[in-house]
């Protein structure tokens, strides 16, 4: 349950920095409502975090966690915002992810 617990917690890290990066383009109130939006995400995003670390180790916990919106947040960028989706970024994202995988295997 704590494994899918930092799994939710990770994509509600993508989802702020998506609330970021939408709020970046966006004017008037509809930038107050990305940004009220990001808040909400990372208050999510953070007890979550908070309580998986009560069970889980706090460094697998947290890289992996990081690698999730790490991973997530390039995504975005590549298919929403048209960030470059060049060999070298898919190949460290695609590195980031076997030790994300790692992690979780070598992790109790």
């Known amino acids: 349950m704590n494994w899918l617990l930092l799994i ?9 920095a998506f609330c970021l990066g939408k709020a970046k383009h966006a004017s008037g109130n509809e930038t107050l409502y990305w940004y009220l939006g990001f808040l909400v995400c990372l208050i999510v995003s953070m007890s979550l975090l908070v309580r998986v670390t009560q069970e889980l180790p706090i460094g697998t916990a947290y890289a992996v966690w990081t690698g999730i ?3 997530g947040t390039v995504l975005i960028g590549i298919f ?9 970024r898919v190949f460290f ?7 994300i995988i790692g992690l979780k295997l070598v992790s109790q």
């Open 8 to 16: 939710i917690a990770g994509l509600f890290e993508v989802a702020f």
């Open 69 to 71: 919106g790490a991973v």
């Open 80 to 88: 929403i915002f048209k960030e470059p989706a060049t060999f070298a």
């Open 93 to 99: 994202i695609c590195t980031l992810i076997a030790s």
